[in-house]
């Protein structure tokens, strides 16, 4: 097989890796390996007491992780047999990071110069309208400043403590939440993950 044909063929297989990652977390248990990574998590603290997140991967937004933390939260105090639930604690956690993508046509190298003694950082990098071409410290930035991209990369995570309660959503406290009506009106919302084949 030749070079040009082996290296399509990675190319292809990595274009499908990707794009089975390219879709943001759906409301689904907390996953840290496979396709769709993230997912919501819960800790009993006390009876009627729980710790609730859910985190987003890299393409999931923020609103989108607050919203199916809320709804988590109002599932969950269905299911324990509860009315209404308060948020005790609320926090929305952002990580982020800052990604060069260079030329994928690049190759390091090595040459002479000052102050690295007698080697220094140099780039070769083929481009397909203009062939090979040279990059160092000393004679600009050619090679940052037309190949490369810079993205920061964001994930957020949602979480909060809840407490569960019975009976009638106390009226005017900001922090209580009827439980069937949140998950009332978030439903349509709310994006599960697709079946298993």
């Known amino acids: 097989m030749s070079l040009k044909k082996l290296a399509l063929v990675g190319a292809l297989a990595l274009a499908a890796g990707l794009s089975a990652c390219a879709t943001a977390t759906p409301y689904q248990p907390k996953a840290v390996s496979g396709a769709v990574t993230g997912g919501f998590s819960e800790q009993r603290l006390e009876a009627d007491r729980y710790r609730v997140s859910f985190a987003g991967n890299s393409l999931t937004a923020r609103e989108t992780v607050e919203r199916y933390l809320l709804y988590r939260a109002a599932e969950l105090t269905t299911q324990q047999g ?24 690049a190759r390091p190298g090595f040459g002479y110069g000052y102050p690295y003694g007698y080697w220094r950082p140099s780039w070769r990098y083929f481009g397909p309208s203009y062939g090979w071409r040279s990059w160092d410290p000393f004679w600009g930035d050619p090679f940052f400043a037309d190949r490369a991209e810079v993205r920061t990369i964001e994930k957020f995570e949602a979480g909060a403590e809840i407490v569960m309660h019975k009976g009638k959503k106390p009226e005017g406290d900001p922090r209580a939440y009827d439980a069937r009506e949140i998950m009332s009106n978030l439903a349509s919302s709310i994006v599960m993950p697709a079946p298993k084949k």
Not at 82 to 104: G, L, S
């Open 82 to 105: 509860y009315d209404w639930f308060e948020t005790a604690d609320r926090r929305t956690d952002r990580t982020a990071r800052t990604v060069v993508d260079a030329d994928p046509f």
